[in-house]
């Protein structure tokens, strides 16, 4: 099978992105505007990146007992997570073998989540297993050759990794396990596939993916966006990011001397400083930052002393994403006498932040529109947004970026230790 013929305004944008990202950082300058707002490099993206990599779609703690589910759409497929009744989390079409419908149409009738003992598809009342075998179909019995063990819902490739469930939509990509060693080693201490979510935010996004992304990467637009929140414990200009890596992103951002000294002295039994149970056995470095994680393509995961915070981010065109944002605790947290007061105080902590970004995200797709807009220059600190670049110049050309071999920077503070 040949690949599409790629038109010259569209060769236009994939050779402006390569050209972009093939300069150095000190030389780095913002994509083109038609990288977040044509729609042909939109549809690009979805047949070249998001179908031939992984896609997260949930966690396992959604998805606790067989029969739980999950029912969303992504890229014109009509997606069904559901734990069968093996145990086995799946992602099954929710096309019925029949005659086509989804069998859970866009309708209040029809739960987006919950838990389902059998699938039944509401049009001619076919039958599913959880696992998508057909368990009964009335009145087929006329069907010449018609055997009910050849019709069953499709299913997609999915993978478990750290207790999240990604999806490939081609089935070529490679094992997670394999492309996210290094990423699995860096968060082996949060052991994430027991933390169940505890908190879940849905937003309805008018602005790029990749507006999102480079959002959450980059720690620099907490001088601005941030200046009354996040920016008074975790100032954006001691972020630091590790060496380019194939896969994923990795970036740091400290906590101030002062909230460690608190952090330190609550753990002593000093007063109680806001959050959940700690998370055992990090590490003071691991403790005392906010670990920012990208997956490529959009898997945006995140680590602090107390929980980790998941996006999923479904793009859905060139100007528009839907995004759930959520906080998982350990176990532990769960049980303790204060969780639920934490619970209050840290939905609200975690809403008024992502509030401020979709605010500026929006309007920078705004901005994107404009007759006026320029290529701006990038920081130092925006070098995570320089990597979603080379990411994607690799990704056009069918590759990946190389693992970089520099020698990794260990941030302000490290640097003015050494001094």
């Known amino acids: 099978m040949t690949a599409p013929e790629i038109s010259p305004p569209l060769d236009a944008i994939l050779q402006e992105i390569k050209a972009t990202a093939a300069l150095p950082l000190a030389q780095a300058k913002t994509l083109p505007r038609e990288a977040y707002a044509d729609e042909d490099y939109f549809t690009f993206e979805r047949d070249n990146i998001f179908k031939k990599d992984w ?30 009744r093996q145990g ?29 003992r059998l699938l039944v598809c509401p049009y001619h009342k076919w039958v599913y297993e959880l696992d998508g075998t057909l368990r009964g179909c009335t009145q087929m019995h006329n069907a010449e050759g018609f055997d009910k063990a050849d019709w069953k819902l499709s299913e997609f490739r999915s993978e478990v990794w750290n207790g999240f469930v990604f999806v490939n939509f081609d089935g070529n990509a490679m094992p997670l396990a394999e492309q996210y060693a290094d990423f699995d080693r860096d968060i082996a201490p949060w052991n994430v596939a027991d933390m169940e979510i505890a908190i879940e935010l849905e937003w309805e ?34 972020t630091w990011s590790e060496p380019e ?21 609550s753990q002593a039994g000093g007063p109680a400083v806001p959050g959940f149970k ?44 839907l995004l759930l944002t959520t906080t998982l605790v350990s176990k532990e947290a769960k049980d303790a006498p204060d969780y639920q007061e934490a619970l209050a105080s840290e939905t609200e902590m975690l809403n008024t932040f992502h509030s401020e970004d979709m605010v500026m ?22 070098e995570p947004v320089w990597l979603i670049q080379r990411y994607l110049a690799a990704r056009a050309d069918g590759r990946y970026p190389e693992k970089a071999n520099r020698a990794p920077y260990h941030g302000p503070r490290a640097m003015q230790a050494a001094e």
């Open 55 to 84: 896609m997260c779609l949930a966690h396992v703690s959604q998805l606790k007992t067989p029969g739980s589910y999950i029912a969303l759409d992504l890229f014109d497929e009509p997606l069904l997570v559901i734990r069968d």
């Open 88 to 116: 086995i989390v799946r992602v099954l079409s929710r096309v019925c073998a029949h005659r086509a419908i989804d069998i859970m149409p866009d309708d209040d009738a029809f739960p987006r989540e919950g838990e389902a």
């Open 205 to 238: 996004c008018d602005f790029n993916w990749k507006v999102m992304v480079e959002n959450w990467m980059e720690s620099y637009h907490h001088i601005g966006t941030h200046a009354a929140t996040l920016n008074v414990n975790m100032p954006g200009e001691l």
């Open 245 to 265: 890596h194939p896969y994923f992103l990795h970036a740091h951002l400290p906590y101030t001397d002062k909230l460690r000294g608190e952090l330190r002295a």
């Open 278 to 321: 700690w998370i055992e056995g990090l590490s003071e470095t691991q403790a005392f930052e906010w670990g920012l994680f990208t997956g490529f393509p959009c898997f945006m995961f995140l680590t602090t002393h107390d929980r980790a915070l998941w996006y999923r981010l479904l793009p859905v065109a060139a100007d528009r994403c």
């Open 361 to 382: 995200n929006a309007a920078v797709q705004r901005g994107l529109r404009s007759s006026k807009v320029v290529r701006g220059r990038l920081s130092h600190l925006e």
